[in-house]
């Protein structure tokens, strides 16, 4: 891997080619910028059911192994934005509403917050500086819970997780993402003590949204009801479907 011209901003994907198969593989990126170039690793998230037919996806469960030679070329246009303030490097507080598996983005993303906490730590602990919530039918599709949790205890509780089971009833989280918990996750980023002394420059959120088109068409409502009330948001919203 050529580190000087392969580069990626969390929330990008990638387009993966195996040789000898003509079909193409695009797949999130969830790990970060700082393990390419500290470790030269990628990590990609990626399902596979009885039903898939991909053969890429076939391919990476069953036949791929250490020494396999791939190919991959960043895409996309869905980036973190939170730490490039009017210019200078600040961090944002950011809302993360990932459905299913539109956590893989996003966990890139929470993962990147943490890098710049732990680089450039911030005095106000009273409020977070992320908040991320994922909403799945399964418990077991809570893939990156123990990584979330990680995440909150190693920031001081300054990214904050939030699980939702839609259809296990036994689950201990069992509940869905309403109206509002949207607000109340809004209230508690907002803050008038800013995360750096020259973050007054900004006092929005930014939210980013990833899932499939009912849980975005539901989280667009909430979202746009949110702005209705005064709230300031800059959304990133990415289609997959």
């Known amino acids: 891997m050529d580190m000087d011209t392969f580069t990626f901003r969390p929330g ?3 387009d993966l080619f195996v040789p000898n198969m003509f079909k193409v593989g695009g797949f999130s990126i969830a790990s970060t910028p700082t393990q390419l170039s500290s470790q030269g ?4 998230a990626v399902k596979c059911l009885p039903t ?8 990476l ?5 250490i020494g396999c030679s791939v190919f991959m070329r960043i895409g996309g246009e869905f980036k973190f934005q939170g730490d490039d303030v009017h210019g200078s490097r600040l961090l944002r507080r950011s809302l993360f509403l990932a459905g299913g598996v539109g956590i893989t983005p996003l966990f890139s993303m929470v993962q990147h917050v943490d890098d710049l906490v732990s680089k450039h730590p911030v005095s106000n602990t009273l409020k977070p500086a992320a908040i991320f919530m994922h909403s799945c039918q399964q418990e077991e599709e809570l893939i990156f819970k123990p990584q979330l949790d990680q995440l909150q205890s190693a920031s001081a509780n300054l990214i904050q997780p939030h699980y939702f089971v839609t259809r296990n009833p036994e689950s201990q989280w069992t509940r869905r993402i309403t109206e509002d918990t949207i607000l109340d996750a809004l209230n508690a980023l907002q803050s008038n003590t800013p995360l750096d002394e020259t973050d007054s420059i900004y006092d929005g959120i930014d939210v980013y949204l990833c899932g499939p088109p009912t849980f975005e068409q539901a989280m667009l409502q909430y979202l746009d009801k949110a702005r209705a009330q005064g709230y300031r948001i800059r959304l990133q919203h990415e289609k997959w479907w």
């Open 12 to 14: 990008q994907w990638v």
């Open 52 to 59: 898939t037919k991909n053969e890429i996806v076939h391919y």
């Open 41 to 44: 690793i990628i990590d990609i």
């Open 61 to 65: 469960h069953k036949e791929a192994s």
